[in-house]
């Protein structure tokens, strides 16, 4: 009788091991298509770009934190009602931005600023137009307790993560264990967000000694970029921004106007100061300035040509150009010739974590 006993209680425990063996195995299958690419570099940096992307060396980027950082970036389930993702205003299809003059958010209401394009991000020494956020991670948890635009709070954020049991064997790839965090999830978008990189571009086969990449009106328009212009007081660099802060007069005679970088800083200098942006794929970011207020590349051009718009703060920069149509025309060639070849684009995933 006792080994009967014996014998069936053995019988239970190995069966309760088989189970939770094969449970446990079947709990860490992943999708194939949440996995990053076997052999796939971390992160491709294409001609013309600084080698230093600027990450952060809390998280440096690994293959399993830019695969989760994708599904994340795309998953609507960070909002408070599962209606809007990092690419409802950042879009891969639309410049990694939105094309609209300003940006949305839950509940259909209208934000105030045009959504800054993703592409090059990383290069930048603060992020959003007011330089509020010092880097990517930081950047990355904002807009989800923005009230206009994911409405959620990052706490109820990460609880929401936490009931999806498909996600935790990727954090567990990722991070080493499967502990879901609101520092994890701005790390992999983060990491997700240092991919998306810009170059190659007919200037940048230029300068390396392809001189047949750029035809004579993008030649002269890139001499005029680096001279008459002005353009590099500020659009300097591989990235062709300085990631300082500059008021151009842009909004500034609003009853109410933007104010800005002086909103984070309170200092009187930086009244309407914003962040000078990138130019790469520029063509693909319409409408522009921080408001959306010109929607074309000629528009800017003839804004930068008289000077910008007269404050008490406008930068010292803004001077009249006093450019011939001619030059205005061979401005914006060139800028169409800082266009990626081929241009950074990431597919939504067809599925997520579940």
């Known amino acids: ?184 999830v701005a790390q992999a978008i983060a990491s997700f967000e240092r991919t998306i990189l810009g170059g190659n571009s007919r200037f940048d086969r230029y300068s390396a000694g392809d001189k047949s990449a750029m035809n004579e009106s993008e030649v002269r328009g890139r001499d005029l970029f680096f001279g008459k212009a002005n353009c590099t007081k500020c659009h300097v660099g591989s990235n062709f921004s300085d990631s300082d802060f500059h008021n151009l007069g842009v909004g500034m005679n609003k009853a109410k106007p933007d104010l800005g970088r002086y909103d984070t800083t309170k200092d009187e200098k930086d009244k309407g100061g914003f962040k000078t942006p990138t130019v790469r794929d520029i063509t693909k970011t319409a409408p522009y300035m921080h408001d959306g207020s010109e929607k074309t590349l000629e528009a800017v051009v003839e804004f930068y040509d008289k000077g910008g718009e007269p404050n008490p703060h406008l930068d010292f920069r803004m001077i009249p150009l006093k450019l011939t149509a001619q030059e205005k025309a061979d401005l914006v060639a060139y800028l169409k010739a800082l266009d990626s070849e081929p241009y950074p684009m990431v597919e939504e995933p067809q599925e997520f974590p579940k």
């Open 1 to 184: 009788m006792k080994r009967k006993i014996l014998f069936g209680k053995t019988l239970a425990i190995l069966l309760t091991l088989f189970c939770f063996s094969m449970c446990k195995k079947k709990a860490e299958k992943i999708p194939e298509t949440f996995l990053p690419a076997e052999g796939a570099p971390v992160i491709k940096i294409p001609l013309g770009l600084d080698t230093n992307i600027n990450f952060s060396t809390e998280n440096p980027p690994t293959p399993e934190k830019i695969a989760l950082g994708r599904l994340l970036y795309f998953d609507k389930r960070l909002s408070k009602d599962g209606t809007i993702s990092c690419a409802s205003c950042h879009d891969p299809k639309k410049g990694w931005t939105d094309n609209l003059p300003v940006s949305g958010g839950i509940h259909a209401q209208v934000g105030t600023r045009n959504a800054p394009t993703i592409i090059n991000s990383t290069y930048y020494l603060l992020q959003f137009w007011d330089g509020r956020a010092k880097n990517l991670e930081e950047q990355a948890l904002m807009p989800i307790e923005n009230p206009i635009e994911m409405g959620h709070t990052v706490q109820a954020m990460v609880a929401d993560l936490s009931t999806i049991q498909s996600y935790r064997p990727l954090f567990e790839k990722a991070f080493g264990d499967p502990t879901i965090t609101k520092e994890r």
